[in-house]
């Protein structure tokens, strides 16, 4: 009995001796050494990769996303390219800190803070909510009513890449033309949009709007829709990416030629959108494509409260407005002539009035002037219905300047 008393207090010595090693190993260091340590890893490995980090942000309430593909320079520089924005490419600043958790910040002048002032709800300050199989999620640190974001990275490799990229390619850039179709060599033409892995063609059959949808398997020169689009009894199903031109060819062997093409028009119009446009007095402009998007800060420059355009077709007005600006929250143009055309184009003309104390800012502002000379253009707006009470208006002379507005 005496032996095994002994034996167990020899183990029992053992074991504490090993506890204790391994609490003195835990607390060898101290909690600032541990945080550092931690954000260390996570720059270094941020870093390691030269192809850079193939990433998907996901924003505006999950309506958007867009492909990045970020590659980090240093511990202080990334370099960001978004496909769908024209190849933008651009270096920014960025900073790792820790409060409760890793936090990934990119400077206020980024391309990600870009979005926020266009008011996507999208951030440009994240917190790592996880990191699994060589992947990081982070989650925006925005505020409730911002809305959240995500930001989700894995390396990039050459395979992933591509196909990435092609995804991109097959969605909407921004700075070509908002009109893009499916155009054959016999005259017919389909609109043509992408969302996520789906593409749509829509086109006019008795007077209704028809819509066709398929799945796409992407490869690396293309596209196929797993369910052909059939023109006549002949099937159209696999699309060609020319890097040239940012246009698909069709290239299945059934007798069909042509391809989706960024085009100067739409593919049709549909009757009486223009008067459910003009059927509602007020309406704002909630965003703008790339081209006219640069014309925001330049006019913050001289209203720094500005918050968005409005429309009173009504009424007759254009007005800017900018809460808590010295000398009233709304200052623009009045007499503002809203008519639709004959070819079911809206033109908006005005007489020369203006209103409010501080219109002078708009209208010798650089940014305000380029807003203005968009939708004054004689030539006229398309007017495209994107939702229930969303509208998009798009020039004519040049269709990558455009506008979203809602009622």
């Given at each position: 009995?005496?032996?095994?008393?002994?034996?167990?207090?020899?183990?029992?010595?053992?074991?504490?001796?090993?506890?204790?090693?391994?609490?003195?190993?835990?607390?060898?260091?101290?909690?600032?050494?541990?945080?550092?340590?931690?954000?260390?890893?996570?720059?270094?490995?941020?870093?390691?990769?030269?192809?850079?980090?193939?990433?998907?942000?996901?924003?505006?309430?999950?309506?958007?996303?867009?492909?990045?593909?970020?590659?980090?320079?240093?511990?202080?520089?990334?370099?960001?390219?978004?496909?769908?924005?024209?190849?933008?490419?651009?270096?920014?600043?960025?900073?790792?800190?820790?409060?409760?958790?890793?936090?990934?910040?990119?400077?206020?002048?980024?391309?990600?803070?870009?979005?926020?002032?266009?008011?996507?709800?999208?951030?440009?300050?994240?917190?790592?909510?996880?990191?699994?199989?060589?992947?990081?999620?982070?989650?925006?640190?925005?505020?409730?009513?911002?809305?959240?974001?995500?930001?989700?990275?894995?390396?990039?490799?050459?395979?992933?890449?591509?196909?990435?990229?092609?995804?991109?390619?097959?969605?909407?850039?921004?700075?070509?033309?908002?009109?893009?179709?499916?155009?054959?060599?016999?005259?017919?033409?389909?609109?043509?949009?992408?969302?996520?892995?789906?593409?749509?063609?829509?086109?006019?059959?008795?007077?209704?709007?028809?819509?066709?949808?398929?799945?796409?398997?992407?490869?690396?020169?293309?596209?196929?829709?797993?369910?052909?689009?059939?023109?006549?009894?002949?099937?159209?199903?696999?699309?060609?990416?020319?890097?040239?031109?940012?246009n698909f060819s069709i290239i299945n062997a059934d007798g069909v030629d042509g391809g989706i093409n960024y085009d100067v028009a739409p593919a049709f119009t549909v009757k009486g959108v223009v008067d459910q446009f003009l059927d509602i007095n007020f309406k704002s402009i909630i965003d703008y494509s790339t081209n006219l998007q640069v014309a925001i800060p330049v006019l913050q420059d001289s209203v720094p409260n500005f918050n968005s355009f409005q429309l009173y077709s009504d009424w007759?007005?254009?007005?800017?407005?900018?809460?808590?600006?010295?000398?009233?929250?709304?200052?623009?143009?009045?007499?503002?002539?809203?008519?639709?055309?004959?070819?079911?184009?809206?033109?908006?003309?005005?007489?020369?009035?203006?209103?409010?104390?501080?219109?002078?800012?708009?209208?010798?502002?650089?940014?305000?002037?380029?807003?203005?000379?968009?939708?004054?253009?004689?030539?006229?707006?398309?007017?495209?219905?994107?939702?229930?009470?969303?509208?998009?208006?798009?020039?004519?002379?040049?269709?990558?300047?455009?506008?979203?507005?809602?009622?």
């Amino acid at each position: 009995m005496r032996k095994i008393i002994l034996f167990i207090s020899i183990l029992s010595i053992a074991f504490s001796s090993c506890e204790k090693e391994d609490v003195e190993e835990i607390f060898d260091k101290s909690p600032e050494e541990r945080v550092t340590e931690q954000l260390n890893t996570v720059r270094a490995d941020l870093m390691s990769n030269e192809m850079g980090w193939h990433s998907t942000y996901t924003y505006n309430e999950g309506k958007e996303t867009l492909l990045l593909l970020l590659k980090f320079i240093d511990d202080t520089r990334v370099e960001i390219t978004v496909p769908e924005r024209g190849n933008y490419k651009k270096e920014a600043g960025y900073s790792l800190r820790y409060t409760q958790q890793i936090d990934l910040i990119f400077e206020t002048h980024s391309f990600l803070a870009d979005l926020v002032d266009k008011g996507r709800k999208a951030d440009f300050r994240w917190e790592l909510e996880k990191q699994e199989d060589g992947q990081y999620f982070f989650k925006s640190r925005a505020a409730s009513n911002e809305g959240e974001s995500e930001l989700n990275m894995m390396k990039a490799t050459p395979e992933n890449l591509k196909i990435a990229f092609m995804k991109s390619y097959m969605r909407t850039d921004e700075t070509k033309s908002f009109f893009r179709n499916l155009e054959l060599t016999s005259g017919e033409k389909y609109g043509y949009s992408c969302i996520d892995n789906k593409v749509t063609f829509k086109y006019i059959e008795k007077e209704k709007v028809v819509i066709f949808e398929s799945e796409v398997n992407m490869n690396n020169d293309g596209f196929v829709l797993t369910t052909p689009f059939v023109i006549d009894g002949k099937s159209i199903s696999e699309f060609e990416y020319d890097s040239t031109t940012g246009n698909f060819s069709i290239i299945n062997a059934d007798g069909v030629d042509g391809g989706i093409n960024y085009d100067v028009a739409p593919a049709f119009t549909v009757k009486g959108v223009v008067d459910q446009f003009l059927d509602i007095n007020f309406k704002s402009i909630i965003d703008y494509s790339t081209n006219l998007q640069v014309a925001i800060p330049v006019l913050q420059d001289s209203v720094p409260n500005f918050n968005s355009f409005q429309l009173y077709s009504d009424w007759g007005y254009l007005l800017c407005y900018a809460p808590g600006t010295e000398g009233g929250n709304w200052a623009g143009f009045s007499k503002m002539n809203f008519t639709k055309t004959d070819e079911d184009l809206l033109t908006i003309g005005w007489e020369g009035y203006v209103y409010g104390n501080w219109w002078k800012k708009i209208y010798y502002n650089d940014g305000g002037q380029l807003i203005l000379n968009f939708l004054l253009d004689e030539n006229g707006l398309y007017v495209i219905q994107a939702g229930k009470k969303e509208y998009y208006l798009v020039s004519k002379s040049n269709p990558s300047y455009y506008c979203l507005v809602e009622l």
